[in-house]
């Protein structure tokens, strides 16, 4: 049976105790994704069940990861991807993931051991953190991992103690003045400082300079600084040539998303022709790689979360503050750390399923998170379908990039959310 098949069989006799407004116009992958919203609701007893019990939880759609994969591969071919792990570590993701064969971009030990424990190899991993403990790299010397980045002439003295022959990437900084969350004020030398400090450097350390690497800053809205970015990185390969160097990497980073990804794909393929035409490709051997994070996983995950309680506002334009199980110390420290707003929708209401059900929003509410922090709020206004109360369920679409990668245990709410997968696709 195809997934669709199974599916269609399984839901013959739907098991759940809310009735679903069923939606004829949706799709089957939101279809997946209700029912087991559904039935993971359904299986629990709000009045008797044990403290914890109606936690926040995920609903995974690993056929949207897939479909992802299926997206760069057909846009963009000539960049091997590499996953950033740090943007969401689930571990079903990243099994998918290099089952695809895809690669991997770790920032810390951490990440590098979830990779290799998980079979994969070190040779499918690039260190792309310019800035590294010194045990961290000799950790990655240790673990085989010999591909990193670089931008400042310190990391190279340190390569060369504890990493000797560790391929290195120098990063390169970019105008990303208008992306949601900018890198470039962190990371990346100017091609001047490339050129007079770090190449010469790293010639007298006799240290392996093999590409350059960038990030056009996550969620990048303005796709011209792709263009100058692979512009530089070229003046960066003839200038390492210069040096002896014959430079075979160019790492294009992340930046990437799904809902722009026509416009950012054509921009990455337009400069790859200008700036790295077929012959020198051919000539240097160079390969082209990528560290997408947000692309992959951002639209795969959909929160779903408690009303624990409610406060009615009088002569205000909101309804009322409504309180929810889940907040900017779990998993929406989105909102302070990479400036999403996430999308708040009525799942349940008095014990009716409203997910994917197109309606109007005419309720509006502030929503809160749980701890006892006054920074702790979702949205000042959100428009809600319902006139949502304590016992009611919100869902949040769209929360899979740097969402659990970054919760807290502040207040003692536990991080960590439960999630459930689907496949919208058949997975290999
Ligand atoms: N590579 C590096 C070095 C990063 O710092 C990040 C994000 O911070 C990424 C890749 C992933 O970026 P994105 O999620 O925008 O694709």
Redesign the pocket.
């Known amino acids: 049976l195809t997934p669709k098949d199974s599916y269609l069989e399984k839901t013959r006799q739907l098991p759940y105790s809310i009735q679903q407004q069923a939606n004829q116009q949706s799709s089957f992958a939101s279809k997946l994704i209700g029912d087991a919203l559904a039935n993971h609701i359904a299986e629990i007893d709000h009045d008797q069940c044990d403290a914890g019990d109606e936690d926040s939880f995920f609903v995974c759609d690993l056929g949207e990861v897939l479909q992802s994969f299926r997206i760069w591969k057909e846009k963009l071919p000539q960049v091997h991807p590499h996953y950033?792990v740090?943007?969401n570590t689930n571990l079903e993701v990243i099994k998918l993931l290099a089952k695809l064969g895809v690669s991997f971009?770790c920032?810390s030990k951490t990440e590098i051991d979830t990779i290799i424990n998980l079979g994969i190899d070190s040779d499918r991993i690039v260190y792309?953190?310019p800035c590294k403990t010194n045990s961290f790299i000799r950790h990655a010397k240790q673990t085989n991992v010999n591909l990193t980045?670089v931008d400042n002439v310190q990391e190279l003295y340190k390569l060369q103690k504890h990493h000797p022959e560790c391929g290195i990437l120098i990063r390169i900084v970019t105008d990303d003045e208008t992306a949601q969350?900018r890198?470039s004020t962190k990371?990346g030398c100017s091609l001047e400082v490339a050129i007079t400090e770090l190449l010469p450097l790293a010639k007298e350390l006799g240290l392996n300079v093999k590409g350059v690497a960038f990030?056009v800053g996550?969620?990048?809205k303005d796709f011209d600084s792709i263009y100058k970015a692979i512009r530089d990185a070229r003046a960066l390969f003839d200038a390492a040539a210069e040096f002896g160097y014959s430079l075979d990497v160019l790492d294009i980073?992340?930046?990437?998303e799904r809902e722009t990804f026509d416009q950012s794909s054509k921009m990455v393929t337009l400069s790859l022709d200008k700036f790295f035409p077929e012959a020198f490709v051919k000539q240097h051997q160079v390969k082209f790689i990528a560290?997408?994070?947000?692309?992959m996983v951002a639209n795969a995950f959909t929160l779903a979360t408690h009303v624990i309680a409610r406060r009615d506002i009088k002569d205000a334009e909101i309804r009322a503050m409504v309180y929810i199980n889940d907040g900017v110390y779990g998993n929406m420290n989105c909102i302070l750390f990479d400036h999403q707003h996430p999308q708040a929708h009525v799942l349940t209401h008095n014990n009716k399923f409203y997910y994917d059900s197109v309606q109007s929003c005419p309720y509006r509410f502030s929503i809160w998170g749980p701890t006892c922090d006054g920074l702790d709020c979702v949205s000042n206004q959100a428009k809600l379908s319902h006139d949502v109360q304590v016992g009611d369920w919100l869902y949040f679409p769209n929360l899979g990039?740097?969402t659990s990668a970054a919760t807290t245990s502040f207040n003692g709410f536990k991080g960590n959310a439960h999630v459930i997968y689907v496949a919208s696709e058949e997975l290999p």
């Open positions: 950033a740090k943007c971009d920032a792309a953190n980045t969350c890198l990371f990030h996550s969620g990048a980073g992340g930046g990437f560290e997408p994070g947000r692309f990039a740097y």
